[in-house]
């Protein structure tokens, strides 16, 4: 803890007259000047290149969070953020400043102009901008300065590692001329902030230099003055540097200036006489922090910190604290015998950091040396209890926060004194750790090891107790790893990396496609055909209320998204995200409850239980919406972790409905929670995605003319593509059929839809790079794209339904039962689905990139009357096969229009050689395979067949150089990204 310097003496020459200053090391120690003062309701202006207001719920106060606090307790009310000058030089730096900004969680309505940025914080005014953008202000005025102000130029992102400049890039002189606005401040503040290493020991006598300047306290100004020309003078800083020393010899800084410009001369020994003087003048100077070096080690430049810990070494060979920063970087080389050896030397000469103490015990135990390693924690641990605390845990002058690396350290101990035969100690430590979340370590396989020691202590009550708490722990460890992988996917995607998008999204849908088959299984099995007609009607019930919802909405959300983000404008890409989702939420319930009136007045009570229908709705429909704005973010990582989770509890739940009374109605509620439960993930994924975007407001606004001329077009051709004619053949099912026909169409288009989704899983990351595309580079790059995601779809496409036909009859007959064998030949004409959507799908995405969407209207409007007709025609006769028939008819014609169509709008020629040559060897390759079939052979023929047929293919299309002209052969570049090249879609 730091007491508080008490206020400088004033002189009646003061310009601010009657101000107490206070010069203060940690920053959070103003909060209790504040405080003890009886201010009430200030506004505060606070010059520092950190915001220092971290929302808290009545935790520790922290030198980040005590703005904050003095926030919420009325002492502070409008606060004025100055920043240092290059945060508004350039966008990008703008841009750095709004994500160090996003996760102030009650800051709202923020507006962004050209040099300051407005919002509400907690209910007060937040204004960020420079000194020079400081407003006159009155006289219930908090001045408070952090002395590392003048050596960040910047504000950075949180992420981003700060190095402080080795000289300022402004001075007090210049601060006290640009705050003159600021007429009478009721109190001043200047922090040092010298420990965390923002402000380099060098400067740390700027924080005295700001108090003179800003309260005229009577030091002489002179001294300061001549320790600022040395540093800008090109030729005789020696000289100014020896004039300050005979100012004031008993002043710190002066000799340390002296001794670094000495040691860059090579004059050693004058070096350390003069750095010996700084340490007589304040030991303080003697600090951890009395080098660059810790901001070098949190920036990961090993090498830089490695050099700046032996220069230091260079006037101060006994310095301690320069040998543990040695023995830091070796540790993060992994060169763990030489930081060992270092902190040895270190602490026999005097150390007796925490961090050293710790990093040894780390060094030990790396080189299985566990005594010794114990013997380090141990010294860490009596630290800790006298109150001391690690280097990155956050600072707090009155306040105690657990150390950072405590419970690391001490899971450690518990497994050293486990392994040493100390059964007694590793229990206290398991004991202790009970209550704990250790890092990266599964809490389940803790409490077993803990029930582990307990049992053979001859504890057996306590030992049931730590397995039975070890249990309860699974859910919370699961929660824990999916968080984990969360962040690690959250910020790997981008418009860049179009192949790691579609391995993501293929992964998701594969994902889903095992858990729906799944529970398809379970589903056939208990239900059977008929009970299996019901489920599957009411769900297509609830696809076209879930259909009529779609209005175009996420669509239009995913391109906006995208497009606006690709140029910058990240204002405009927030109201487009807030309007979208509530009028796509307005339709949602409006569809509601009219499905609601339609299905109670007409007697559907009666066919099945469509309550769940519309229940399903609003889930079903928000999900759309809400994996839209993920696409439209390109944030895939996070698209896939939650199309994962999801599936698996969806599959948990079917299960679970299946266990207890295996009804239609427990199927459908399983559902219904199952799809809530994921919209819910949805919605947290998004919002958390674009949280910074939520809180940006400004004049951009989104032209209804444009959205509802986007939408417009692309709603009724949703309508046309998910009701009239994607399945209106389970109307016609229903009315001309029997239940069981149903139940079979249902099965087979369950598959075949699994296959598309894979399917879509790749095509829908293309409309969102189409239009970065467009707005990067034009309509060649948008040709480029389709054509070879066109030719790289058909590739993979055809095995996998080859694989699908091949194996159809067998595998439905074991998973589903014999009494199923009709959903054969209904699968194999719906095959024909993919080829014909992969065509569409790629086609669409252009088309929709270039706004050509309403030229699509009339010739699908045909499209759809085709499709009505063959089901009128076919259903009644045929059944299921009929079905099955009018849609992939129907689909077929509106992939071939569509292709002609883009490619005449592209003005570039479709690739029909190519495709024909990979039809070609599709159907040469897996021909023998698919006789096999037919024919009923032993499936292990069958199965040779299928693999040299893969086999055959992938040679064939090899030979073909089809794989080189996809671009598959620059897979591993096109995952990680290739900037602006078209080619890795």
Known sequence: MNPAVQPAPLQPSAPHKGTPCFLIENHDEAYYLWRDAGVKGATLVHVDPHHDMWPTKGGPITVGSFIYRAMMEGIVSDIYWVVPDATFASPANVDLLLRNLEKLSHLHEVR????????????????????RGLPALGTEVLLDVDVDYFVLPMVSAPETAEIPHRTPWAWPEDLAQWLQQIATPKMITV????????????????????????????????????????????TTPERFLREAISLRPEHPAAHWHLAEMLESAERLADAQQSYQHAMACDDSYASVYASAGPCLEAAGRWDDAESEYKRLLCVDPKNVHAMFGLASVAAAKGEWALAREFLIIAIADGLDLIDGHRLLGDACAALNDKVAALSAYEKYCVAIQRGERSMETPLAS?????????????????????????????EEEYWWLRSKVIPNTSMFSVRCTHATLLWDRGQGAEAIAAISSALLAVPSDCMRAARKVGRGLAGITSPETPVLNVVLNVTRSAVAFLCAFATSIILARKLGPQAMGI??????VAGVMVALCHFGLPTALSKFLAERLGNGDRAGAAEVTGKILALQFGIVLAVMATGSVVLATTGASTDFPWIFAVLLVLPLAMQQSFSAGLRGTHQYGKLALVGVVSSIVQLLLVWA??????SVQSFLAAMVVSNVIAAAFYWQSLSSATATLRTISSHTKVHRRALFRFIGPVAYLVILDAVVWQRSETYFLKNYALWQEIGFYSIAYLIVSKLNDGLVAVTSTLMPLQSSRLAASGMEAVAEVQWK????????????????????KPLIAMFYGAAYLRVVPVLLTLLVSPIAISSTDVSVASLYALDRQRSMVVPLTFTAILNLVLAFLLVPRWGAIGAATANSAAQFAEGMFLL????????????????????????SSFALAGLAAWAEWPLLIVLALSVAGCLGYGALLFRAREFEAIGLKRFPKAIFGSRGDGANA
Request: positive net charge; charged residues 25%; contains cysteine.
């Open 112 to 131: 962004v102009s050209e040099d300051r940025i407005m919002g509400i914080y907690g209910g007060h005014r937040l204004e960020v901008c420079t000194s």
């Open 789 to 808: 995601s066109l030719r790289a779809l058909q590739v993979f496409l055809i095995p996998a339904c080859a694989m699908t036909a091949i194996w159809a």
């Open 535 to 540: 489920y599957g009607y009411t769900l297509w």
């Open 398 to 426: 009155r306040e105690q926060l657990d150390d950072l690396h405590e419970v690391r350290v001490r899971a450690r101990m518990a497994a050293l004194y486990r392994e040493t035969g100390n059964a007694k100690r590793a």
């Open 900 to 923: 002609l169509f883009s490619a005449s709008v592209l003005a570039l020629k479709a690739p029909w050689r190519r495709l024909i040559k990979i039809y070609v060897a599709g159907v």
């Open 657 to 662: 409905a299946a266990w207890s009374d295996g």
């Open 191 to 234: 922090a040092y902030s010298v420990n965390g290493g923002t402000t380099p020991i060098p400067w740390k006598y700027l924080g005295e230099e700001v108090r003179a300047r800003l309260s005229s306290c009577g030091e002489d100004l002179r001294y300061f003055e001549l320790i600022r020309q040395a540093e800008t003078s090109p």
